[in-house]
């Protein structure tokens, strides 16, 4: 097992636990991926990964691994540990955003880890179905969001269309994002930002990509092109302007960390 831990100075590093752990995993997945709806053990899928059900210290996950078509086990792992640290620095930025807006309730998701099993089954004969629970012997595996009849799925922000947001909720969002460009000292846009929306002012965040000066995020990763057509794009909200942020610090410093941030240079992302 592997967690991903970022320390005070933003730096992420993952901690590997070689103890055996169990984890459940649903059955039968594969049989309702063409539907595309979530049926028995089977979630959703989405550009790149299946999601699945699994279970673990007597509460349900979510399963993550790349689709078969476009990856290989070795870029199954190396996605999913990009993933897994992304999750890692997005709750870092959510942190030192608390220290400006304690008062608005937007979380990531905690508890997210990624899992090894030792080995798989092999792929049923030639034209056969794959009716494997594991495609690959590596997998993330993060707590699985209640979603009923009083929630919503809602994308506040594109990978590659950051256009603001109009409503109050998405406010805060763009905020968020703001901090942490700005706490990140430029090195890290937060994009395809999704959540949960629970309430008028509450929001699970889950699955981000970021876009950053070096490159390194993961393969969704289009660099300082797109920090720069954000920057030209941004227009400062009432939550922005109320919460000490301004345009004119991400476009004027790259040396001084932000009001409530630990940050002391550029963030860094990897092993």
């Known amino acids: ?22 984890v459940l995993i649903g059955k039968n997945w594969q049989a309702h991926v063409k539907s595309g709806k979530p049926t028995g053990s089977y979630i959703s899928k989405g ?17 993550f691994q790349c689709q078969p078509a476009s990856s290989t086990s070795t870029s199954n792992k190396s996605d999913l540990y990009d ?6 620095m997005a709750q870092f930025f959510l942190d030192s955003f608390y220290h400006r807006a304690a008062d608005f ?10 899992g090894k099993v030792p080995c798989i089954d092999a792929v049923s004969q030639i034209g056969m179905e794959d009716t494997r629970s594991l495609i690959y012997n590596t997998f993330l595996a993060s707590p699985l969001l209640d979603i009923n009849s009083n929630t ?9 269309n950051t256009s603001p947001n109009t409503d109050p909720l998405g406010h805060i969002i763009d905020a968020y994002i703001h901090h942490a460009l700005l706490d990140s000292d ?10 949960i929306v629970l309430g008028a002012q509450s929001v699970v965040l889950f699955d981000p990509q970021a876009h950053t000066d070096d490159m390194s995020s993961g393969y969704w990763d289009k660099g300082k092109s797109e920090i720069d057509k954000y920057l030209a794009q941004h227009r400062c909200n009432s939550v922005c302007q109320s919460l000490g942020l301004n345009k004119q ?4 410093s790259r040396n001084e960390p932000t009001p409530g941030s630990s940050s002391l240079y550029p963030l860094q992302i990897g092993f």
């Not at 937007?106 to 880890?113: A, D, E, I, K, M």
């Not at 430029?186 to 959540?195: A, H, K, N, P």
């Open 47 to 63: 550009f790149s990964k299946h999601a699945f059900k699994g279970y673990y210290k007597s509460k349900d996950y979510g399963v």
């Open 1 to 22: 097992m592997a967690i991903c831990n970022v320390d005070s100075f933003g730096i992420a590093s993952f901690i590997e636990n070689n103890t055996t752990h169990t």
């Open 83 to 88: 993933k897994l640290c992304l999750l890692g």
């Open 249 to 252: 610090d991400i476009l004027g």
């Open 105 to 114: 309730k937007v979380r990531n998701l905690l508890g997210s880890f990624i």
């Open 152 to 160: 919503k799925e809602r994308k506040f922000l594109e990978n590659n």
């Open 186 to 195: 430029m090195s890290i846009l937060l994009v395809d930002v999704q959540g």
